[in-house]
């Protein structure tokens, strides 16, 4: 690698050789900073997990559908109730179990806000904290 400096001619000449220092040099760093490396991924902690089985998956709940029509005739489940009474007896009934049932409030768009606020009013006097408003709209 002998580099001649000023010749028998001045005409600038193509140097063909390459400059191979730097290289080697960044080479090295490269390669010692993996040797220092590959030591601390290699270290691992071993831990002795409890082995358990998986919860079982929780169960669906009950839902108990009340629907309030237009004229006030509130239905449990599909089944007309005939009176105010009869309704606070199952909403005590769903009120006392450990695991209440869900109940869907479906009033009819044409009912009065009183009838439905009846049953929601029973149905927070006696307890029951799973309650909620379906409202199902028909698109045309």
Avoid: C
Wanted: glycine share 4%.
């Amino acid at each position: 690698m002998a580099m001649t400096v000023g010749g028998a001619s001045d005409e600038a000449e193509v140097m063909m050789e390459i400059n191979t220092t730097p290289l080697i040099d960044v080479m090295l760093v490269l390669l010692i900073m993996l040797i220092i490396t590959i030591p601390i991924q290699t270290h691992a902690v071993k831990l002795d997990m409890p082995v358990t089985n998986p919860p079982a998956p929780p169960t669906p709940p009950v839902v108990v559908d009340i629907t309030v029509d237009f004229d006030g005739t509130v239905s449990w489940n599909g089944q007309p109730l005939a009176d105010q009474r009869q309704l606070e007896g199952l909403l005590r009934q769903a009120a006392q179990q450990p695991d209440q049932p869900e109940a869907h409030l479906r009033p009819n768009k044409l009912v009065t806000y009183r009838s439905v606020a009846a049953v929601l009013a029973a149905a927070q006097r006696l307890g029951v904290t799973k309650v909620g408003l379906v409202n199902e709209q028909l698109t045309d």
